[in-house]
């Protein structure tokens, strides 16, 4: 598939990581997006660098202002320590500055990647994959986790990384300045340690909860939104708005119980920091008074100590966030595993479909246990048109499904000049397939790049004369923009029926030499339905029609009719032999037509 963005953001191939759960795991998978970055990554470290030895600078120089300049009385001394003093607060300062902003860079660009291949990757997946995973579910993967795995590189990486710099630093300082006060402080980092794996081990099945709390939301919102007008109509705000209350409820208590460990922990690093000030002041007075170490060494370790604390609480808040991202990590790349859709053969090119379409024994099921269609055995000829008629839940748009390669059937085959479906190149087989589906969907952008699906090749001539030949060319014209209208949200600028014709000229626009119509006038009105029955005779000639039909107008002009019942053919002939038949294409006609016309 053929990517087109901005150059920065550049999608390399994943590594080939077995997800365990490790966060090592993650941070190979990830790190493949953000490699391409490692200049402005390895520049914003420098930056860390710098920042932190700066940092680590001040209470040294305090020191020496203290135990060299003040104590001696040394005025100049002591400007100059100032000065040096200032200089580094300002490098802090400025070597902040830069390694966010570098870092902010290298986080989006890295995160734009993750999301293009994610995205891709959505595009390429079965539509089994989306019958088991809502839209507000993937969106949520998409959109949302990609972003908290941006501020893993972008965010976390640094403060840990900074704050073991810090810790060091600091650590070897003191070793120097005084041993005995740095085992003091020594002693009481193994309590943080063990607190904070305990943390982790705690929180991990919370932080994967929480997504999927956030995932559950966002689907509710989505298709509620979606369903909006029935749910308004059949009077059920109540039942979704308590629904939302319980999801929002659920949510609540997880985040609850994360932010009670996390809480837990600062509590923890804020008594250390108390008991470390007090056992520095404390043993660090009398070891002064006793001439074992200088005022401004016991000023260094107060500093250091609160310091070091600040980096164990900002690592407790990392871990927090890593939780998070650890979270959404497994989620992105769960769904980046999912096998996509085999493309099959190799392409040949555009297919020349020359005699017919074989269904031979096909047995399907979508959950592996209830089959939908079971021995379904029919051939479609070439130039021959065939209704595809039933009651709901036959089997009929299960038929179109596999014709069209969404699905593969468990048993049986599909043959298309005496080939299997399964071995010809997807792209090559619906290149000369038409399809209208039932629920008619269009993307924003103008009605001419909707007609020719965004293929810029495809001249806007053959579009007009496309919508001509289906009638909504008059529609289109009547907007003074014509056909650089651009469509609002799902086409609500034109009627349902006016759609319903533009999905008929997106469908010819390409001249197919197979015609699948799902349902594709069950929407429509009987004026709007006339429009279209004036110039389906005269499109169809020549082409091969397989139509899921309940309209009457419709099926009378197939050249066969095919009753799929309870996933078996179980009639097959014209409209009127099946009628004289007696049997349930007549018991059908009767329900829907006689008793719908009486």
């Given at each position: 598939?053929?990517?087109?963005?901005?150059?920065?953001?550049?999608?390399?191939?994943?590594?080939?990581?077995?997800?365990?759960?490790?966060?090592?795991?993650?941070?190979?998978?990830?790190?493949?997006?953000?490699?391409?970055?490692?200049?402005?990554?390895?520049?914003?470290?420098?930056?860390?660098?710098?920042?932190?030895?700066?940092?680590?600078?001040?209470?040294?120089?305090?020191?020496?202002?203290?135990?060299?300049?003040?104590?001696?009385?040394?005025?100049?001394?002591?400007?100059?320590?100032?000065?040096?003093?200032?200089?580094?607060?300002?490098?802090?300062?400025?070597?902040?500055?830069?390694?966010?902003?570098?870092?902010?860079?290298?986080?989006?660009?890295?995160?734009?990647?993750?999301?293009?291949?994610?995205?891709?990757?959505?595009?390429?997946?079965?539509?089994?994959?989306?019958?088991?995973?809502?839209?507000?579910?993937?969106?949520?993967?998409?959109?949302?986790?990609?972003?908290?795995?941006?501020?893993?590189?972008?965010?976390?990486?640094?403060?840990?990384?900074?704050?073991?710099?810090?810790?060091?630093?600091?650590?070897?300082?003191?070793?120097?300045?005084?041993?005995?006060?740095?085992?003091?402080?020594?002693?009481?980092?193994?309590?943080?340690?063990?607190?904070?794996?305990?943390?982790?081990?705690?929180?991990?099945?919370?932080?994967?909860?929480?997504?999927r709390n956030v995932a559950d939301l966002n689907s509710l919102v989505s298709e509620s939104l979606k369903g909006l007008p029935v749910i308004q109509v059949f009077g059920q705000e109540g039942w979704f708005a308590r629904r939302m209350d319980n999801l929002n409820r659920v949510k609540f208590g997880n985040e609850m119980r994360v932010m009670t460990l996390w809480y837990a922990v600062w509590v923890l690093v804020d008594f250390g920091e108390v008991i470390g000030i007090a056992l520095v002041l404390g043993f660090g007075s009398v070891w002064a008074v006793k001439g074992m170490l200088t005022i401004g060494t016991l000023f260094l370790f107060v500093a250091y100590v609160t310091r070091l604390f600040a980096p164990l609480r900002q690592i407790s808040d990392q871990i927090n966030v890593m939780q998070r991202a650890f979270a959404s990590a497994e989620r992105v790349f769960r769904m980046m595993d999912e096998e996509p859709e085999p493309?099959?053969?190799?392409?040949?090119?555009?297919?020349?479909?020359?005699?017919?379409?074989?269904?031979?024994?096909?047995?399907?099921?979508?959950?592996?246990?209830?089959?939908?269609?079971?021995?379904?055995?029919?051939?479609?000829?070439?130039?021959?048109?065939?209704?595809?008629?039933?009651?709901?839940?036959?089997?009929?748009?299960?038929?179109?499904?596999?014709?069209?390669?969404?699905?593969?059937?468990?048993?049986?085959?599909?043959?298309?000049?005496?080939?299997?479906?399964?071995?010809?190149?997807?792209?090559?087989?619906?290149?000369?397939?038409?399809?209208?589906?039932?629920?008619?969907?269009?993307?924003?952008?103008?009605?001419?790049?909707?007609?020719?699906?965004?293929?810029?090749?495809?001249?806007?001539?053959?579009?007009?004369?496309?919508?001509?030949?289906?009638?909504?060319?008059?529609?289109?014209?009547?907007?003074?923009?014509?056909?650089?209208?651009?469509?609002?949200?799902?086409?609500?600028?034109?009627?349902?029926?006016?759609?319903?014709?533009?999905?008929?000229?997106?469908?010819?626009?390409?001249?197919?030499?197979?015609?699948?119509?799902?349902?594709?006038?069950?929407?429509?009105?009987?004026?709007?339905?006339?429009?279209?029955?004036?110039?389906?005779?005269?499109?169809?000639?020549?082409?091969?029609?397989?139509?899921?039909?309940?309209?009457?107008?419709?099926?009378?002009?197939?050249?066969?009719?095919?009753?799929?019942?309870?996933?078996?053919?179980?009639?097959?002939?014209?409209?009127?032999?099946?009628?004289?038949?007696?049997?349930?294409?007549?018991?059908?006609?009767?329900?829907?037509?006689?008793?719908?016309?009486?």
């Amino acid at each position: 598939m053929e990517a087109v963005f901005h150059p920065d953001y550049e999608v390399p191939e994943e590594a080939e990581v077995k997800l365990t759960g490790r966060a090592s795991d993650y941070v190979r998978r990830l790190w493949p997006f953000f490699r391409p970055h490692l200049k402005l990554i390895a520049a914003a470290g420098a930056m860390l660098v710098v920042s932190t030895v700066l940092g680590l600078a001040g209470p040294v120089l305090m020191k020496r202002a203290i135990d060299m300049n003040i104590a001696r009385g040394d005025l100049r001394g002591l400007g100059f320590t100032t000065l040096v003093w200032i200089l580094a607060q300002l490098g802090v300062v400025g070597a902040t500055y830069l390694q966010n902003v570098w870092l902010a860079i290298a986080g989006e660009r890295g995160a734009a990647g993750l999301k293009q291949r994610l995205f891709e990757h959505a595009l390429s997946l079965p539509m089994r994959f989306f019958d088991t995973n809502p839209v507000g579910r993937l969106v949520s993967r998409v959109e949302s986790d990609t972003e908290a795995l941006k501020m893993l590189f972008a965010g976390t990486s640094v403060v840990l990384l900074q704050s073991a710099l810090a810790i060091i630093g600091m650590s070897v300082v003191m070793v120097i300045a005084s041993w005995r006060l740095y085992l003091l402080v020594l002693v009481l980092l193994p309590p943080f340690v063990l607190a904070f794996r305990a943390f982790q081990r705690r929180v991990r099945p919370l932080y994967h909860d929480i997504r999927r709390n956030v995932a559950d939301l966002n689907s509710l919102v989505s298709e509620s939104l979606k369903g909006l007008p029935v749910i308004q109509v059949f009077g059920q705000e109540g039942w979704f708005a308590r629904r939302m209350d319980n999801l929002n409820r659920v949510k609540f208590g997880n985040e609850m119980r994360v932010m009670t460990l996390w809480y837990a922990v600062w509590v923890l690093v804020d008594f250390g920091e108390v008991i470390g000030i007090a056992l520095v002041l404390g043993f660090g007075s009398v070891w002064a008074v006793k001439g074992m170490l200088t005022i401004g060494t016991l000023f260094l370790f107060v500093a250091y100590v609160t310091r070091l604390f600040a980096p164990l609480r900002q690592i407790s808040d990392q871990i927090n966030v890593m939780q998070r991202a650890f979270a959404s990590a497994e989620r992105v790349f769960r769904m980046m595993d999912e096998e996509p859709e085999p493309d099959g053969g190799p392409s040949a090119g555009r297919l020349r479909f020359q005699r017919e379409i074989a269904l031979a024994g096909l047995g399907f099921s979508y959950d592996g246990e209830s089959r939908v269609l079971n021995n379904v055995n029919l051939v479609i000829r070439r130039g021959e048109k065939v209704a595809l008629v039933g009651e709901t839940g036959g089997g009929k748009t299960t038929i179109v499904s596999l014709l069209l390669r969404f699905y593969t059937a468990q048993t049986g085959t599909v043959l298309v000049d005496g080939r299997p479906l399964a071995g010809l190149n997807k792209h090559d087989l619906r290149s000369v397939i038409g399809f209208v589906p039932q629920d008619v969907m269009l993307f924003p952008g103008t009605v001419l790049d909707n007609l020719r699906m965004l293929d810029e090749s495809v001249p806007a001539e053959r579009v007009m004369a496309a919508a001509r030949r289906v009638r909504v060319h008059d529609a289109i014209m009547r907007f003074p923009e014509g056909y650089a209208t651009n469509l609002i949200e799902r086409g609500a600028n034109f009627s349902l029926g006016e759609r319903q014709l533009l999905a008929f000229a997106r469908a010819l626009v390409f001249d197919p030499d197979i015609l699948i119509l799902d349902e594709a006038t069950s929407s429509i009105d009987p004026q709007t339905e006339q429009l279209i029955q004036q110039g389906l005779e005269e499109l169809l000639k020549g082409r091969t029609a397989i139509i899921v039909a309940h309209r009457l107008a419709t099926i009378r002009m197939v050249d066969r009719v095919v009753v799929v019942h309870k996933g078996r053919i179980a009639e097959e002939g014209t409209h009127e032999e099946l009628l004289a038949r007696a049997g349930i294409y007549s018991r059908l006609y009767r329900l829907q037509y006689v008793a719908g016309n009486g």
